[in-house]
T-cell receptor
Framework: KAGVTQTPRYLIKTRGQQVTLSCSPISGHRSVSWYQQTPGQGLQFLFEYFSETQRNKGNFPGRFSGRQFSNSRSEMNVSTLELGDSALYLC??????????????FGPGTRLLVL | KQEVTQIPAALSVPEGENLVLNCSFTDSAIYNLQWFRQDPGKGLTSLLLIQSSQREQTSGRLNASLDKSSGRSTLYIAASQPGDSATYLCAVDSNYQLIWGAGTKLIIKP
């Protein structure tokens, strides 16, 4: 079974631009979560989707948004990029996050550099 | 607000030693606790998941325990090997999100 895939793997943008990152979960997984990882803040939760519904959102500005499609694939968008948005963005999938036995499986991440 | 703390932040031990990594959390209302490892420049690999009703889980040389009432978990690594060198992170599953500790960077010296 194929793992979680994320595209693109690396991205360089300039301040003010917008970016869209894509995540394809493991087949059969309906929950997709997004995380931002930086050296200073560590791993921080962005949002979680289950069956196209956002169930929870982390403490990030409205410039960060996401969506999930009917095939469970998910995208996240960051508008008006700032230097501080430079980070590794990780996507994870599970059958249904929120249960007692729901391991999350992570993709390799998209490394975003904002210049 | 749930907070997760990992101690120590870094650990360097000779190969073959047994070691313990610690994780504490402030709110016991969790679905489960998960331990991950992260190798430099790479994503996260799930190691063990302990359900909130369980006390421990084992996988090979790894054993994780959970004491929900005291808000603590430990990851025990037996007979450490250089390949175990990585950053180990614990995360609690609460309200449809994982809340993370800052990690313990582990170096196993040959």
């Amino acid at each position: 079974k194929a793992g979680v895939t994320q595209t693109p793997r690396y991205l360089i943008k300039t301040r003010g631009q917008q970016v869209t990152l894509s995540c394809s979960p493991i087949s059969g997984h309906r929950s997709v979560s997004w995380y931002q990882q930086t050296p200073g803040q560590g791993l921080q939760f962005l949002f979680e989707y289950f069956s196209e519904t956002q169930r929870n959102k982390g403490n990030f500005p409205g410039r960060f948004s996401g969506r999930q499609f009917s095939n469970s694939r998910s995208e996240m968008n960051v508008s008006t990029l700032e230097l501080g948005d430079s980070a590794l963005y990780l996507c994870a999938s599970s059958l249904a996050l929120g249960g007692p036995d729901e391991t999350q499986y992570f993709g390799p991440g998209t490394r975003l550099l904002v210049l | 607000k749930q907070e997760v703390t990992q101690i120590p932040a870094a650990l360097s031990v000779p190969e073959g030693e047994n070691l313990v990594l610690n994780c504490s959390f402030t709110d016991s209302a969790i679905y489960n606790l998960q331990w991950f490892r992260q190798d430099p420049g790479k994503g996260l690999t799930s190691l063990l998941l302990i359900q909130s009703s369980q006390r421990e889980q084992t996988s090979g040389r790894l054993n994780a325990s959970l004491d929900k009432s005291s808000g603590r978990s430990t990851l025990y690594i037996a007979a450490s090997q250089p390949g175990d060198s990585a950053t180990y992170l614990c995360a609690v599953d609460s309200n449809y999100q994982l809340i993370w500790g800052a990690g313990t960077k582990l170096i196993i010296k040959p």
